[in-house]
Nanobody, 115 residues
Framework: QDQLVESGGGSVQAGGSLRLSCSSS?????MGWFRQAPGKERERVAT?????IRNYADFVKGRFTASKDKNTLYLQMNSLKPEDTAMYYC??????????????WGQGTQVTVSS
């Protein structure tokens, strides 16, 4: 089974930027980023289909950008806010699946934004 390996998390002050990466050894129908803050449900941040169609959550539109280079998915996060603090997970959906119901998950990378 392929592994999704995230990197790029860390601590930053409000207004700062971070870039997350998720590497995979093969292609998927859809790859995306989800996040989960302590005490909250996991939520979708951004997804990107193999045809290039992107879908962003309203709370990151204009601030975060998903992109892909071969089998590596990126998430450029700008204008970060304290409420963006969460564990960020890379996820992938296999062919025939749905971006909203990933089949595979990475181990997560922590993003902490201080005010």
């Amino acid at each position: 089974q392929d592994q999704l390996v995230e990197s790029g998390g860390g601590s930053v002050q409000a207004g700062g930027s971070l870039r997350l990466s998720c590497s995979s050894s093969r292609s998927y129908y859809c790859m995306g980023w989800f996040r989960q803050a302590p005490g909250k449900e996991r939520e979708r941040v951004a997804t990107m289909r193999t045809d290039g169609i992107r879908n962003y959550a309203d709370f990151v539109k204009g601030r975060f950008t998903a992109s892909k280079d071969k089998n590596t998915l990126y998430l450029q996060m700008n204008s970060l806010k304290p409420e963006d603090t969460a564990m960020y997970y890379c996820a992938a959906s296999d062919w025939g699946g749905s971006c909203d119901s990933p089949d595979f998950w990475g181990q997560g990378t922590q993003v902490t934004v201080s005010s």
